[in-house]
């Protein structure tokens, strides 16, 4: 949706390499999520962020890591130790809690050498 | 952990046919909410549902919710080309604590 945005829209990864994908908010939205979506799949939570300085990790969190320093920050590094990074990574945000509508931002497409 | 499943996976119609999916849960759900992804998009929230019973109509769209809060169900009546994408249930068990949970998805394929 238009508050959020992610960058870069397609990324190449070499292997044993980290990258860092950015999701920012202009939404003054207090939670923040990243979900991988495969092929032909559904979206699986990989950690969430209720608050600044805080997250939790989600389904399948190893691999991944993230901060929270800001409120409208929420970037996810993806490490050499996802094995499989190749997906499609969504970044979300709700108002509060998670029972609220979820928006989306337009997705980054990762793709390893 | 929780579980959402959704079924079917793919479903084919032809222009002006209607369609279903269906979403069942391992466990009760304090609410349900429909997403739609159109192909190389994200998604896009829909509707929520949280009374047990509950069901809402958008134009040619309609959302169950049932009496046991396990599962849900969207219809949509005489299928249009925009309506192709791929449709999402995803449940929210009562402590609200984690994200939601969705499922893996329906895909809509329309034949004109």
């Known amino acids: 949706d238009g508050g959020i945005t992610q960058s870069p829209k397609y990324l190449f990864r070499k292997e044993g390499q980290n990258v860092t994908l950015s999701c920012e908010q202009n939404l003054n939205h207090d939670a923040m999520y990243w979900y991988r979506q495969d092929p032909g799949q559904g979206l699986r939570l990989i950690y969430y962020s209720q608050i600044v300085n805080d997250f939790q990790k989600g389904d399948i969190a190893e691999g991944y890591s993230v901060s929270r320093e800001k409120k409208e920050s929420f970037p996810l590094t993806v490490t050499s130790a996802q094995k499989n990074p190749t997906a499609f990574y969504l970044c979300a945000t709700s108002r509060g809690a998670s029972r609220e509508t979820q928006y989306f931002g337009p997705g980054t497409r990762l793709l390893v050498l | 952990g929780q579980q959402v499943m959704q079924i079917p996976q793919y479903q084919h119609v032809q222009e002006g046919e209607d369609f279903t999916t269906y979403c069942n849960s391992s466990?009760?759900?304090?609410?349900i909410q429909w997403y739609k992804q159109r192909p190389g998009g994200h998604p896009v929230f829909l509707i929520q549902?949280?009374?047990?019973?509950e069901v809402k109509k958008q134009k040619r769209l309609t959302f169950q919710f049932g009496e046991a809060k396990k599962n849900s169900s969207l219809h949509i009546t005489a299928t249009q080309t925009t309506d192709v994408g791929t449709y999402f249930c995803?449940?929210?068990?009562?402590?609200?604590?984690?994200?939601?949970?969705f499922g893996k998805g329906t895909h809509l394929i329309i034949q004109p």
């Open positions: 995803a449940g929210l068990t009562g402590g609200g604590a984690d994200g939601l949970t």
């Open positions: 549902l949280v009374k047990s019973g």
């Open positions: 466990t009760t759900l304090s609410n």
